[in-house]
């Protein structure tokens, strides 16, 4: 499959970190998606939250960079570029998306159940004092 790059919104509040289920993926994934040609990561993360959870996000600014095994195939890697950001409006699942749901995490979250790159991000959220 490859390496590929993605941009990770992490929306916090109240030390709880806004997570999505995906339907064909058991671990929890962040909202996010991978940039277009052409595409800035703050424009990649504004379109990727408005198709996934339809609504906006503003205050972006960026957290960290980590590299993982992929979760779809361990043999690549993925490059996860992690901003912070507001959501304006409530997060909403459309019928016809493959998110499912949302739900929100805090430090006692298992991270075990997360893909590679979001455990690193998660234990540096703890870390921070983030979550």
């Not at 040609?37 to 960290?64: I, K, P």
């Not at 996860?80 to 507001?86: A, Q, S």
């Not at 997360?114 to 455990?119: E, I, R, V």
């Amino acid at each position: 499959m490859g390496n590929i790059t993605k941009v990770a919104v992490l929306p916090i509040t109240d030390k709880k970190l806004l997570m999505c289920r995906k339907r064909g993926i058991e671990a929890l994934i962040n909202l996010g998606g991978r940039v277009e040609e052409g595409e800035t990561d703050t424009a990649c993360a504004e379109r990727e939250v408005l198709e996934e959870a339809q609504c906006g996000v503003e205050n972006l600014h960026h957290y960290t960079t980590v590299t993982a095994p992929r979760i779809d195939d361990p043999h690549s890697q993925i490059e996860l570029r992690c901003y912070f950001g507001d959501l304006t409006g409530e997060p909403t699942v459309r019928e016809s998306d493959s998110i499912i749901g949302f739900t929100h995490i805090d430090r006692t979250y298992d991270s075990t159940k997360l893909p590679p790159a979001m455990q690193k991000v998660f234990a540096k959220l703890i870390s921070d004092g983030y979550l």
